[in-house]
């Protein structure tokens, strides 16, 4: 009887250290964007009028539109186990090299003007930005991949369409199940600016599913479903990721892999549209 006691003391403690270090990464988040962002990522259309994300920031918490930096992350190595995603009745490893640098994955295709290389997937971890070292991270595992679609996680997210996902898991919040005790967010590209010859682009993506299970919201931006915000991701200070120049040439290469390693940062950001 003591020892179960114990036992179940030490979950709980596990448990609201895991919620903390989530709270943490958002409460440490920074509070302005680099200097150096390119107005072309920061152009938003709301209502049918354009803002930049930059003095939307600048804007008391209270104005409408205004906007919050959530949290941001920079690249680092893929985890090594990383926990399954889905329901209680799918549960699907993401498609990465384990325990391997972040990187940027293309596939040879052949296609009508003969064989090259086609972006894949992101493969990478991730690290917080914070003002602060967050307690207890190692109870969370971060990544970043490819999402492949397909599985129906039921109202109101339905069945997200396949993109560049972000995630935060926290296994000890997995309530018995493996799929629980994570959010995810998925986006898609809505401006590419160039960021020199041997760096992936920067790049401004808009929320298109948020999926929270069983895990605090504080990670990620998020559309609600009132209308009330919209939720986007940069992709900043990119460095490194761009194709092969050579081995994609013949059928005998067409499926082939290659891991390009590339590093870059991640701000989540609210904008909040109306009272």
């Not at 293309?106 to 090259?116: D, L, V």
């Not at 930005?129 to 339905?158: M, N, Q, W």
């Not at 972000?166 to 919040?173: C, F, G, K, M, Q």
Request: with cysteine.
């Amino acid at each position: 009887m003591a020892l179960g006691g114990c036992d179940d003391d030490e979950d709980d403690d596990e448990k609201a250290a895991a919620t903390e270090a989530v709270k943490q990464i958002s409460q440490g988040a920074p509070t302005s964007l680099p200097a150096n962002v390119p107005d072309e990522v920061l152009r938003v259309m709301l209502g049918g009028v354009e803002y930049n994300l930059r003095e939307l920031l600048s804007r008391p918490s209270e104005s409408r539109p205004s906007a919050h930096i959530v949290a941001a992350y920079q690249t680092g190595s893929t985890p090594a186990d990383p926990p399954p995603f889905g329901t209680s009745d799918v549960a699907v490893l993401p498609d990465y090299t384990r325990e391997a640098p972040a990187a940027q994955v293309y596939e040879c295709r052949q296609n009508a003007s003969g064989f090259a290389w086609a972006f894949l997937q992101p493969e990478a971890g991730l690290q917080p930005i914070t003002a602060e070292p967050i307690p207890a991270l190692e109870k969370l595992v971060l990544d970043h991949f490819r999402y492949p679609a397909g599985i129906d996680f039921g109202p109101p997210t339905g069945t997200p369409p396949v993109g560049p996902a972000w995630r935060v898991s926290a296994p000890v919040l997995d309530e018995g199940a493996s799929t629980a005790g994570q959010t995810l967010f998925i986006g898609s590209v809505e401006a590419t600016v160039a960021n020199g010859p041997g760096n992936v682009p920067l790049l401004r993506l808009a929320n298109v599913a948020r999926i929270d299970r069983g895990l605090p919201s504080e990670v990620f931006s998020r559309t609600t479903s009132d209308g009330t915000q919209t939720g986007y991701v940069l992709r900043l200070d990119t460095a490194g990721g761009i194709a092969p120049p050579t081995g994609c040439d013949g059928t005998s290469d067409v499926g082939k892999r290659e891991r390009v390693p590339y590093a870059a940062d991640y701000y989540f950001i609210d904008v909040f549209t109306t009272p």
